[in-house]
């Protein structure tokens, strides 16, 4: 078995990282969950977020396996929450998380969030109160849910939050 690293993505790796947000595109359907079911994301995300220089693929083998966007920035879908983040304090965001179905459970989104807590003491993120398995995982890993914040199309979302002096 080859190492698991975490690494840029680069523009050779949208077809990749857009077939696996297309599995989990249809994993959320098959489960009735109601995300990513419309046209995001898509690969002008994608591109978005590599200019933005914030998205990371998770290769082994010389092959994309999963992919998040990770920044430091303020995201503007967490400016209203209905609850309370932790701390107003700078934090980094994970977004776009996915994982190639034949790679989950390996601790893949768990390196992600190693790569942010890189650059923040704070990280945010947020789900659909039905994606159980990316709930679980957050929590999993400390994270704590604040409350419920709406996305940019308006539908509520669960917002976490990880904060490095909160940890047990």
Not at 27 to 50: C, K, T
Not at 86 to 108: F, Q, S, W
């Amino acid at each position: 078995m080859m190492m698991i690293k975490i690494r840029k993505a680069e523009k050779k790796d949208i077809d990749e990282i857009y077939a696996i947000m297309q599995q989990a595109r249809r994993y959320f359907a098959e489960e009735n969950i109601p995300q990513w079911q419309g046209d995001y994301p898509n690969q002008i995300d994608i591109i978005d977020d590599l200019k933005q220089d914030g998205g990371y693929a998770a290769e082994e083998d010389g092959t994309v396996i999963g992919y998040c966007f990770i920044r430091v920035m303020i995201d503007h879908n967490y400016d209203v929450i209905e609850g309370r983040w932790l701390n107003e304090e700078p934090y980094a965001v994970m977004h776009r998380t996915c994982i190639h179905d034949d790679h989950k459970g390996r601790g893949i989104a768990g390196m992600f969030l190693k790569t942010a807590l890189q650059m923040a003491d704070n990280v945010r993120a947020d789900t659909h109160e039905k994606n159980l398995s990316m709930r679980k995982m957050l929590e999993n890993h400390g994270f704590q849910a604040c409350g419920t914040i709406y996305v940019e199309d308006g539908t509520p979302r669960i917002g976490y939050q990880y904060a490095k002096e909160r940890r047990p």
